[in-house]
């Protein structure tokens, strides 16, 4: 069995982490950390997980916590990079569901995070963790940056369309909406019930920190520069992102459905619709999946992908299990055959 840790077990992102975790058939759950409920017994926090996990969470010194093999950081941006050197240093893998290894370049990082990086020279090494496109990489990999909940459900929808060549990467644009789940378990006033429901809003259209990630991960498939035109809207429902992307082609493409299900025929976690159809983010619901269909309205040369994932389970814990399935050699769907729930 493999130890496991997860750092910021209260949260959304942790909490999620430890619904799956606790039926995976190869792990032990070690550590789960909080420093607000430390002592308290996670099933009274978190009475779903009664009957299946019976450890308190604790606020550990990073040497107890490197007794474990690997340690997920379900944390605030700027707290897995105070401890990943040692942890690594003392032999643990490391899956960061924040942004602090995303980001390639340390002064963008720092532009757009607003704090200087603490360990710069592990950019490099980190591997960014969509497995989609960097499976071998993830497999052989000590420092796993989880991708954020946009970018994965944007990278996925863009990614067959640019490396085929076929659009002009110029002119991407990305209209996603998210649940309030994005915003994390922090009391906010903007995720107030009075505030969230029955209403509906753009944020950050003038620049939102998922920005330089998804640009980064598009540009990597490109040979002509990617422009990005990006803007996220809070929508009244608890989990899901729905991207709806639109692409300029740059020349007739014959069948664009081929295309797509080709390029995701062997994923195990992405579904290609058949043509015409309009994926909602319920089918998703709790489950490691991304479910995309393509269309080509009034054959214009716009082509829209339509692009649905769990902002908590594939666009969080969900990937960083498949992540860790991939960096333990354990069969990649392992623990992640969850069905979506309807209603
Ligand atoms: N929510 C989402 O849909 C997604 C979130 N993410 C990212 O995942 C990370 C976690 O998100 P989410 O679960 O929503 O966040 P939450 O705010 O719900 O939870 C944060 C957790 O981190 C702990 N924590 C906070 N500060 C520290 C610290 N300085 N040291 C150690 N632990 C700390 C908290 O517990 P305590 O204070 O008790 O220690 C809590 O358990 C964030 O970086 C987020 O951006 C990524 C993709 C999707
Ligand atoms: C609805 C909402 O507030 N969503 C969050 C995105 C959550 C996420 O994935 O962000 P990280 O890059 O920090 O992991 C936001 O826009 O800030």
Redesign the pocket.
Known sequence: MIQVGV????????VELLRLLVLHPEVELKVV??????GRKISDLYPNLRGHLDIE?S?PTVAELATCDLVF?????G?AMKSVPELLARGVKVID???DFRIEDAALWSEWYGMEHACPELLEEAVYGLPETSRDKIASARLVA?P??YPTAVQLGFLPLIKAGLVNTENLIADTK?GV??????ASVGALLCEASESMMAYKAGGHRHHPEISQGLQWFSESKVGLTFVPHLTPMIRGIHATLYAPLNQDVDDLQALFEDAYKDEPFVDVMPAGSHPETRSVKGANTCRIAVHKPQNANTVIILSVID??VK??AGQAVQNMNLMMGLEETAGLNQVALLP
Not at 7 to 14: A, F, K, L, R
Not at 73 to 77: E, G, Q, W
Not at 181 to 186: E, H, I, K, L
């Open positions: 750092v910021g077990g209260t949260g959304y992102t942790g950390t909080s420093r607000s409920e430390s969470f606020d950081f379900a944390t605030p941006n707290v569901l924040a942004a989880n954020g909940c998210s789940s994005g915003a994390g378990r922090g902002n908590l666009g969080a």
